[in-house]
């Protein structure tokens, strides 16, 4: 395949994930926004080596292409500081809102972007994160020899390759690093990518795995192939592979590509939180305190589906660094990051501070800890770059830049999306530490309340022929199917699992919604949330799901309010018990398989990651529990079996003398001073407004 085929490949992933943001990837990706001269920095002409082949510890060869500084069409002997890329997305692909190879050359650096192994034009045979630590360490080690270099390399990507870099980062020993820039990474693929709270990441797993897949050497060698596997892209086909999930290893698409089969097999029969999901590249978690004690920055958003990784990599990488950490979380989903000018995300427009100028604050940072010793770029004076380091009164690598999201008055503008805005704010920490954990309790009567109320239970039955449908939410890889971002909590048509319907999720008999009463003041909510939930189910393993909303009250454009979706999370009951680093580090779940009896009560803590909102005098703040989220999350059939061996409860049923496939679960929450179930929020009284310091809510 061609390079111009490769990135055209890319491309149609792109459009596949995401046709909204589209047009901002191929703008970048056609054009070269950030070339020209900027006043009072030099720029240089641009040579690019195409593949040139970086020999591995193992023989293989993985493929480069150098974008050189150079005059007068030759490239300039240097030594020149070197930034390092490396991607599963086509080394001649740039993502919109990123810098392209000619941007790093024209300002005085080698830029080094690699294919990584099995994919583009490089050799080997693709096994996906495991490989990149000493795949990454190696082609560090050949950047540092090169005649080229000044020995000085900053590592940075996202998403993907944003593993590829931290895999690099975590190994404290790579030769010449001293900067990385680490943008919407995992750092546990068992609680970021594979699974989340013992539930198979079921849209992200299988939109993925088929793109890969159709990209990858397999397809690229026959386009039969290929024709099948951009067949199960499309909306509907991605969609019945959900349903069928889980795929066995003889079944199509996956059958026809050895490699991309190994991997997905691998990651759905690793249910347990075991060693392979330890391995550098998988996970990063036992990494953080040995790695690299260079400067970094983190770049995350509120809506994608990795936050947690990044706000781990901020605890882990700050705690063991005498060097400064930055993190900056936006209020976007997954690919906002990629969009410069969008200012909503999901079916919420949050105004026009919400995009972050990515390329300004890349450049600030390089021209500090990478190319400092030729001066200060003109870039670290760039509008966002003054406006958020200045926020504090001060330049700070060490600083928290967080956007909070915030409400308006409920009304729809031009484009239909709900109109809300938000505004960014300066920690030294996270979580923050003025924010109060502060207990909520359910109640009987569906309220949250300030005291536990007297004692008492909820139950519903959960179907798993039935579903709750996936509604918005963190997402990175949806395929057109679980729309990423902030929506709605009520069934509409761009919602594939809907269907038809245009119920609101909180009317279905396996929903609890419980809900304070209209807020008397403002009340701010920045920092990490969790649910402390005391169940009990009449299944040996169910799920139990919890969503925090932002509920708006009814307005002219939206009469039922408008429920947004703020954060939501899952444990799967018989793999509830957890590990975590430490306080400020979020659970990593399944460490053990431990069937319920069915009846005895368990606590059960739903880790709901972070968020900041402002939750506006008159909204209420609500917290939805059901048992399912599909397809976001495959529906738990209750039975107890390993994911990767059972029967899915959305094909027809298949018993045996031996087995039951599908089972009802009547799922029960407790509460009361005995069994105190409780959404727990992290309410900073400082920064509420309407001049109270007390929130107020009713209680039962």
Not at 219 to 248: C, E, G, R, V, Y
Request: proline share 7%; with cysteine; net charge negative.
């Amino acid at each position: 395949m061609s390079r111009k085929q490769w990135s055209i490949s890319a491309a149609v992933e792109i459009f596949i994930a995401a046709p909204v943001v589209l047009f901002a990837f191929l703008f970048t990706f056609l054009s070269t926004a950030l070339a020209g001269d900027d006043e009072g920095r030099t720029s240089y002409g641009v040579v690019v080596m195409h593949d040139v082949m970086v020999p591995m510890r193992d023989g293989v060869q993985l493929a480069a292409d150098l974008y050189m500084p150079a005059s007068n069409g030759a490239p300039l002997p240097g030594p020149w500081p070197a930034v390092l890329e490396r991607t599963p997305y086509g080394k001649s692909f740039f993502f919109g809102n990123t810098p392209s190879g000619a941007d790093y050359a024209q300002r005085g650096y080698v830029f080094v972007v690699q294919d990584v192994r099995g994919r583009g034009h490089s050799d080997g045979v693709f096994d996906a994160y495991a490989q990149e630590g000493p795949d990454g360490f190696d082609t560090m080690q050949w950047v540092h020899q090169q005649a080229w270099s000044n020995k000085k390399i900053g590592v940075t990507g996202s998403s993907y390759f944003a593993s590829t870099a931290q895999a690099i980062l975590v190994q404290n020993n790579a030769p010449g690093l001293v900067a990385a820039i680490i943008r919407e990474g995992s750092g546990n693929y068992h609680e970021d990518g594979a699974w989340h709270g013992g539930a198979f990441l079921l849209a992200h797993n299988i939109e993925y795995a088929v793109s890969s897949a159709f990209q990858g050497k397999e397809a690229t060698a026959d386009p039969n192939i290929a024709s099948l596997f951009l067949a199960d892209l499309a909306p509907a086909a991605a969609f019945q592979l959900m349903k069928q999930s889980p795929l066995p290893a003889s079944a199509p698409p996956f059958v026809f590509a050895a490699s991309y089969n190994a991997w997905y097999q691998k990651w759905q029969g690793h249910e347990l939180y075991d060693s392979y999901w330890k391995i550098n590249g998988n996970s990063f978690t036992d990494y953080y305190r040995r790695s690299a004690d260079v400067p970094i920055l983190l770049v995350s958003q509120w809506y994608d589906a990795f936050l947690g990784g990044m706000l781990d990599a901020y605890a882990g990488y700050s705690t063991a660094h005498h060097s400064p950490v930055k993190l900056l979380v936006g209020g976007g989903e997954h690919l906002n990051i990629y969009a410069p000018t969008q200012t909503f995300a999901g079916d919420v427009d949050f105004g026009p501070d919400l995009p972050i100028d990515i390329p300004s604050q890349m450049f600030s940072f390089w021209a500090r800890h990478l190319q400092g010793h030729r001066g200060q770029s003109v870039d670290d004076t760039s509008v966002q770059v003054s406006r958020l380091e200045g926020l504090n009164g001060q330049k700070d690598d060490t600083s928290v830049q967080v956007f909070r999201l915030e409400g308006l008055n409920g009304q729809k503008n031009a484009a239909g999306h709900l109109q809300a805005t938000g505004s960014w704010e300066t920690l030294p920490n996270w979580p923050p530490s003025d924010a109060r954990p502060t207990s909520f309790y359910l109640t009987r009567s569906l309220q949250l309340a300030s005291t536990p109320p007297a004692g008492g239970a909820l139950s519903f039955t959960y179907d798993p022929t039935n579903p709750v449908p996936s509604v918005g939410g963190n997402v990175s890889s949806g395929g057109g199917i679980v729309q990423p971002g902030p929506y709605d909590q009520r069934c509409s048509a761009v919602h594939l699992a809907c269907g038809t319907s245009t119920q609101p999720l909180s009317e279905r008999p396996d929903v609890l919604s419980f809900a304070t009463g209209p807020l008397a003041t403002d009340v701010d909510v920045t920092g990490m949330v969790s649910a402390d939930l005391w169940v009990s189910s009449s299944a040996v393993d169910t799920d139990f799901t919890a969503k925090l909303i932002d509920q708006y009250p009814p307005t002219a454009d939206y009469p039922n309010g408008y429920a947004m979706i703020l954060t939501d999370s899952v444990v799967r009951a018989r793999l509830r018990s957890f590990t975590r680093a430490g306080a400020n580090f979020r659970r990593l779940y399944a460490i053990a398989n431990e069937p319920l009896t069915p009846g005895a009560i368990y606590q059960v803590t739903i880790d709901l990651s972070s968020t900041s909102n402002l939750f506006k005098a008159g909204h209420k703040i609500r917290l939805d529990i059901s048992s399912s989220n599909f397809p976001l999350r495959d529906a738990n059939p209750n039975t107890g079996e390993p994911f990767a061996a059972r029967h899915s409860p959305l094909l027809a049923p298949v018993s045996t003398a031996a087995a039951v496939n599908t089972v009802y679960a009547v799922n029960t929450v407790h509460v009361g001073a005995r069994y105190p179930s409780a959404l727990v929020l992290p309410i900073r009284p400082g920064r509420r407004h309407g001049g109270e310091h007390e929130h107020e809510h009713e209680g039962e």
